[in-house]
């Protein structure tokens, strides 16, 4: 995911170079980074200490970390509806992630209101859909309250 990433930057460097000051070439993306840049992203994730107490405690924390990275991964490949869902369910889960309906917009709405509209729409009808399935597998609301009604 890094990877692509740093490609797309390059990509968009390549085009937008000739509006660059001519001072700018270290702080440009040279072609050692497509290696360092996802080398040092796994390394940070992989020796964070959160991450680390996290596997070691068992916790859910792990759970919604894939999920986030699998959020993540189909922002930067351009797909709108895993995004929804997945971000629909960490919500309903745990409601911090929803910061991340500002990166999904800026992705996908591409600077129209009407879209960013749709998008926020399609994201309330993701949660409520996540809510009422968890209303069916529980038979009750209880989950809100030891879910949302923590914060």
Same mark, same amino acid.
């Given at each position: 995911m890094s990877l692509r990433f740093v490609k797309q930057k390059q990509d968009q460097q390549d085009v937008e170079r000739k509006q660059y000051a001519k001072d700018?070439?270290?702080?440009?993306?040279?072609?050692?980074?497509? /290696?360092?840049?996802?080398? &040092? =992203?796994?390394?940070?994730?992989?020796?964070?200490?959160?991450?680390v107490m996290s596997c070691i405690g068992m916790t859910s924390t792990v759970i919604s970390n894939l999920f986030l990275a699998f959020f993540f991964y189909c922002l930067?490949?351009?797909? /709108?509806?895993?995004?929804? &869902? =997945?971000?629909?369910f960490e919500t309903v889960r745990s409601f911090y992630p929803i910061v991340l309906i500002a990166p999904l917009l800026l992705?996908?709405?591409?600077?129209?209101?009407?879209?960013?509209?749709?998008?926020?729409?399609?994201?309330?009808?993701?949660?409520?859909?996540?809510a009422v399935a968890n209303y069916f597998v529980l038979n009750s609301w209880n989950f809100l309250d030891g879910t949302l009604g923590f914060m």
């Open positions: 700018t070439e270290e702080l440009q993306f040279g072609p050692l980074d497509k /290696l360092d840049i996802p080398e &040092l =992203v796994i390394v940070a994730y992989l020796f964070n200490p959160l991450t930067v490949k351009g797909m /709108l509806i895993p995004c929804l &869902l =997945v971000l629909a992705v996908f709405s591409r600077n129209s209101v009407r879209r960013g509209v749709a998008i926020a729409v399609l994201f309330i009808v993701g949660c409520l859909i996540v």
